[in-house]
């Protein structure tokens, strides 16, 4: 996911005792990109901070408590894959405290976008890491190979048979043009209601989710995007991608 990263410390000290300093992963900007669950997620580097006592030597081998401040209203943060809070870790032989429990990112913020505090405490002593969730990218979907078919019906499995078309590709991009995978796209076809159209069998509407190309392949119905049947005509599949506009892919049963 993307981010940025401020070389930054930040440090709250009690003045007569241990005292705890940001010295890695203050400053991020995360951004809310959709996860394979299908809801966005902004993920964040390593946070560490070090643990130094009243004479500014490292403090190993101690536990130093991370949770999270006041958030925005719909945001949920997770530390660690088990939701627990606050998250313990232990100082290396350094005095270095280091959260990388959500498969080795700091934590995990989801839904909302906007700034909120990440604490690391030891006893009286606080360090404070400064981290902002920013809304999704734009994004854009592009039609790759499928549209604009013309095909005939063919076949004695129906009266007046079938037409079958060929699958139909589009690939999502963000707006800095990388590749956006695990988006939910959604195909619906559109027609007279004379037309019997399936994008799967018996269902004129199909769910898919990009791959790691931001790539989503209609082909549900025996290998192609779509059977018809019951007449002639022009009929769309109108293909929509969470967070981006519709586009459309032209097709005609023709006689």
């Not at 410390?9 to 705890?20: D, I, K, Q, R, W």
């Not at 690391?120 to 190979?145: D, F």
Request: aromatic share 4%; net charge negative; proline share 7%.
């Amino acid at each position: 996911m993307s981010q940025t990263t401020g070389d930054a410390e930040a440090e709250v000290a009690t003045p007569s005792g241990p005292s705890l300093t940001i010295t890695l992963g203050d400053n991020q900007t995360g951004i809310l990109m959709m996860a394979e669950h299908g809801f966005p997620v902004a993920l964040f580097t390593p946070v560490a901070a070090v643990l130094r006592d009243a004479s500014g030597a490292p403090l190993a081998g101690e536990a130093v408590a991370w949770s999270v401040g006041e958030t925005p209203a719909n945001m949920g943060i997770q530390l660690d894959p088990h939701g627990t809070t606050p998250v313990i870790t232990t100082t290396d032989e350094h005095g270095v405290a280091t959260l990388d429990r959500m498969r080795g990112s700091a934590l995990s913020a989801f839904y909302d976008s906007g700034a909120f505090v990440l604490e690391a405490r030891y006893g009286r002593a606080v360090a404070a890491a400064h981290l902002v969730v920013a809304p999704p990218l734009a994004l854009t979907t592009k039609i790759m190979g499928g549209d604009n078919q013309s095909v005939a019906r063919t076949g004695s499995r129906v009266p007046g048979g079938e037409a079958r078309f060929a699958p139909l590709e589009v690939r999502v991009r963000d707006s800095l043009g990388e590749p956006a995978a695990g988006v939910k796209v959604v195909f619906t076809a559109q027609g007279p209601t004379s037309m019997m159209i399936q994008l799967t069998p018996g269902q004129d509407e199909v769910d898919l989710v990009t791959d790691a190309e931001g790539r989503a392949t209609l082909d549900r119905m025996d290998g192609g995007s779509s059977i018809c049947r019951g007449c002639d005509g022009e009929f769309k599949i109108v293909v929509t991608a969470t967070g981006g506009k519709p586009v459309v892919a032209h097709y005609s049963v023709v006689p």
